[in-house]
Structures are given as structure tokens and as C-alpha cells.
């Protein structure tokens, strides 16, 4: 099969067309015919050989962990799901293929009326959207501030947390003031415009820094009220001992299902309440992967880069 990967790590352009044996089935699997696959940052990431230490891989690399598509084969021991249907995918790596194999606990059907850029652009933000508001634990009319609003994670966030009855500030640069507001934020404060200490200090049950990189990490900590929580999706603020918070970073534990996240955001999105965000489709070849690579690299449109 065809597959999109590299076998050394560097700028966008290290990316080549391979051919790989198509992927067999586990007794749980299913296997996926790509329609659409959506780019993470995390892949560049991986492409640059920024995870080389944490997470050592063999080349050729394939990186991608969103795809919606069509199941074209179904293991011996698959419930609930047929040829023909088509779904959301959520592998750990691997996206970037014509074929997926997965586990049938990783996918949940496409909402018919969800388009395939939609699709493939929710797995991974919606799972770590869906898992990072939980882990707030936060009650009804408390504040939840989020740093990044306008991010794929972070736009997200905002919307499940409204769905809450959580009382949200955004914060986004101020191109993306509207945007933010019309996911349903309470507030949005436009991180270019005003000064966020004197606007925001001591304002949140919880911070969640969902902004790139952790940009925003080092004055989210000065949101957080007295006894409340931090989380951050990267790393965590090196000032997080001074201040009495406690300080999380997100990461997926075992008991964070896909399944669970990925069918909330399914029904979430089928009664009108979940909005997601294209920022631009490329074509499923080379020319487009690289494409898309460049443009992650650059971090300038809100939404979701996708391959189709
Ligand atoms: N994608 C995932 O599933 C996933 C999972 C775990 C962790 N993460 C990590 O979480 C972060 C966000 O991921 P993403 O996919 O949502 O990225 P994204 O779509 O690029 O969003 C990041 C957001 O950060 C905001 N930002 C940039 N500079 C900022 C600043 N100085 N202050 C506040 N916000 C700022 C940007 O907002 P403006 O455009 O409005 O400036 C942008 O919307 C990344 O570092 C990623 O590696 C992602």
C-alpha cells in the first residue's frame, strides 16, 4: 500500500511516498480505507526527531493518528461494526497510510451529516479535549480559563465545557476574538491586546493551557485562585511550586478510553452543540503532506489541517 513517511528525520521535505505491506488484522481489528487524515502537531514533532528520545521509532516512519474511512475487512471477534461503514479512527501512529488496522475500541461510527474533513480532524483533539476537561473536574459556574481557545484541543475544550455549564474564558490572539466567542465562550481576552495579569489574576477554579508549545504557560499559573488546579497539554511552568496550585500536565492514562470520549463527541456533535474547524485541505500525496507539514510549521490558521 501507499504511505506517507520518512526515513530520516528533518524539514517537511523528508517526506517520501513509500510502499508497505498492507497492515493485518488482529481478531479485534478492523482494517481502514483512508478517505481523510488530519495533521497534528505532535507529527511534526515526530518528523523533526523532537520525540527520538521519548518515543524511539524504526524508519521508515509513518506518522498520523486521525483518520476517517471506510472498513473494508472486520476481524473474527468485531461487534457492532461492518464493511461498508464509515468511521472515526484514533491509531497511535501510522495515519498517514491507505490502510489502518485498528482496534474496534478506537473508532466510533461517522455522524452521516459530519463532513470527512470534520472527521478527520477530531480524534486526537477531541480525545484530548474530551479527557483534559474531565480531569478539571470541575463543577457547574465555575470558571475554567483556557489558554489557546482558538487551538484545535482548545476549541474544543471550550465548547464541552459550555455543554457543562462551565463558565469559560478564552484567550486567543485577537484574529481569532469572534471565533472563540461563537463557540460559546463567556469571555475571550485577546493575549495581544490586553494586559492578562491585571485582567485575569486569581480568576480560575482552573487554567487549562491548551496553547502551542505551552506558550502560555508561563503567566497562566497567575489565573489559577488559591487552591485551585493547572493543566497543561505540554509541559509545566517551572514557577509551578511558588504558587499554592496544584499543577497537572495531561497525559492519557489507561483508563481514558477512546471509545467513551470519541462517542461523546459523536453525539455531541449530532445535537448541533460541537463546531469544528477546517483550515485547510490538502491532497493525500506527497505534494500535500509537505504542504501541510510546512504550514503546521508555520502556526499561523486556527483549525484543522487535513488530507484528502
Ligand atoms: N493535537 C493533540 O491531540 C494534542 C494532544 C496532546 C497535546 N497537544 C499539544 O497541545 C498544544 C495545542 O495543540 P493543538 O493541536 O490545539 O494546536 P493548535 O491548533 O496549533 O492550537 C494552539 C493554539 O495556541 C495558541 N497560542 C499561540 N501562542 C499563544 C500565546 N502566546 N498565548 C496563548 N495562546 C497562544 C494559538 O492561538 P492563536 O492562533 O489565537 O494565537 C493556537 O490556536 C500543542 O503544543 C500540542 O503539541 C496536542
Redesign the pocket.
Known amino acids: 500500500m501507499k504511505a506517507l513517511g520518512f526515513t530520516t528525520y528533518g524539514v517537511p521535505e523528508v517526506f517520501e511516498e513509500l510502499e508497505l505491506p498492507k497492515p493485518t488484522l488482529g481478531e479485534k481489528d478492523v482494517l481502514i480505507k483512508a478517505q481523510a487524515i488530519g495533521i ?3 507529527d511534526a ?1 515526530l518528523r523533526a526527531g523532537t520525540m527520538q528520545k521519548i518515543r524511539p521509532l524504526e524508519f521508515p516512519i509513518v506518522p498520523g ?2 483518520v476517517v474511512g471506510e472498513i473494508v475487512e472486520v476481524g473474527s471477534k468485531v461487534k457492532h461494526y461492518a464493511i461498508g461503514d464509515i468511521v472515526i479512527a484514533h491509531p497511535s501512529i501510522g495515519g498517514y497510510g491507505e490502510y489502518v488496522a485498528i482496534s474496534s475500541a478506537k473508532i466510533v461510527k461517522k455522524p452521516e451529516e459530519m463532513s470527512l474533513e470534520e472527521a478527520a480532524g477530531l ?7 474530551y479527557f483534559a476537561v474531565k480531569l478539571a473536574k470541575l463543577k457547574k459556574n465555575e470558571t475554567l480559563i483556557i ?9 474544543i475544550a471550550v465548547q464541552i465545557a459550555k455543554e457543562a455549564g462551565i463558565h469559560v474564558i478564552g ?6 476574538r469572534d471565533y ?1 466567542s461563537a463557540l460559546g465562550a463567556d469571555e475571550v481576552v ?3 491586546e490586553e494586559n492578562l495579569a491585571n485582567r485575569l489574576a486569581d480568576k480560575a477554579d482552573v487554567v487549562l ?8 504557560a508561563a ?1 497562566g499559573l497567575q489565573f489559577v485562585k488559591k487552591g485551585g488546579r493547572y493543566i497543561s ?2 509541559s509545566l511552568p517551572d514557577n509551578a511550586e511558588e504558587k499554592k496550585v496544584k499543577a497537572m500536565r ?1 497525559t ?1 492514562t489507561k483508563d481514558m478510553k477512546d471509545k467513551e470520549a470519541l462517542g461523546y463527541l459523536a453525539d455531541l456533535y449530532r445535537s448541533h452543540k460541537l463546531r469544528l474547524k477546517t483550515a485547510e485541505t490538502l491532497t493525500f500525496d506527497l505534494r500535500g503532506v509537505i504542504g501541510a507539514h510546512q504550514l ?1 510549521d508555520k ?6 489541517l487535513v488530507l484528502k
Open positions: 497534528n502537531p505532535y514533532l493518528s486521525d480524534a486526537s483533539v477531541g480525545t484530548t479535549a489558554q489557546g481557545a482558538s487551538g484545535a484541543v482548545g476549541s484567550i486567543a490572539h485577537s484574529r481569532n472563540v485577546a493575549y495581544d493551557d491548551a496553547s502551542f508549545g505551552g506558550k502560555g503567566e497539554l505540554t495531561m492519557r503546521i502556526k499561523k490558521v486556527a483549525g484543522k
